[in-house]
């Protein structure tokens, strides 16, 4: 099946800092990719869906000046925490749809384990 | 809106105990619908979605609109099994690609 990379795995910092976490689609090209956060034992929440060679679209709640995302190739998306604060200490994952042979299948990274102190 | 529900939170039975997972979603188009296993320490990852109407690793879900339902069944749990599950539908039209998870069930299968 396709893989999906994120990076770093795990990343700890200090509260106001900015993190960056990256997605990459490592054997297809991924015109979108999703981000979701994950807390403990529950459910997947998406919060954006990335465009390659265009804005993001959030979801409702999701503050876009905060959790900004840049997908500047057909394999690589990132998500920047600005600011980070110990509330955005959470499981960050990204997916990604291929094309063939079913859009619809989407493959998933390992995710970031986001801690802020 | 679209919406999943997945009733429990947490299942337990014993080993060869036929399990059920609950999922009930709402969705105005037609629905397609998928459900996800996450196993410890690794990566969500696909199990089964109701177009291919397929057995993987002994699980079978069968979408029923009249209930809204796609519950996933095995006959015979296996410790292996042992998991997070969660039950995903797909949005169509200018939401296409975007999945709406249910809450997830965590399944223990005791020795």
């Known amino acids: 099946g396709a893989v999906v990379s994120q990076h770093p795995s795990r990343v700890i910092c200090k509260s106001g800092t900015s993190v960056k976490i990256e997605c990459r689609s490592l054997?297809?090209?991924?015109?979108?990719m999703f981000w979701y956060r994950q807390f403990p034992k529950q459910s997947l929440m998406l919060m954006a869906t990335s465009n390659e060679g265009s804005k993001a679209t959030y979801e409702q709640g999701v503050e876009k000046d905060k959790f900004l995302i840049n997908h500047a190739s057909l394999t690589l998306s990132t998500l920047t925490v600005t600011s980070a604060h110990p509330e955005d200490s959470s499981f960050y994952i990204c997916?990604?749809?291929?094309?063939?042979?079913?859009?619809?299948?989407?493959?998933f990274g390992p995710g970031t384990r986001l801690t802020v102190l | 809106a679209q919406r999943v529900t997945q009733p429990e939170k947490l299942l337990s039975v014993f080993k060869g105990a036929p399990v059920e997972l609950k999922c009930n979603y709402s969705?105005?188009?037609?629905?397609?619908l998928f459900w996800y296993v996450q196993y410890s320490r690794q990566r969500l990852q696909l199990l089964l979605r109701h177009i291919s109407r397929e057995s993987i690793k002994g699980f079978t879900a069968d979408l029923n609109k009249g209930e809204t339902s796609f519950h996933l069944k095995k006959p015979f749990a296996q410790e292996e099994d042992s998991a997070m599950y969660y039950c995903?539908?797909?949005?169509?039209?200018?939401?296409?690609?975007?999945?709406?998870f249910g809450q997830g069930t965590i399944l223990t299968v005791h020795p």
């Open positions: 997916s990604a749809p291929r094309a063939e042979p079913s859009y619809n299948e989407q493959f």
């Open positions: 054997d297809f090209q991924a015109t979108t």
């Open positions: 995903a539908l797909l949005a169509g039209g200018t939401s296409y690609g975007k999945l709406t």
């Open positions: 969705y105005s188009g037609s629905p397609e």
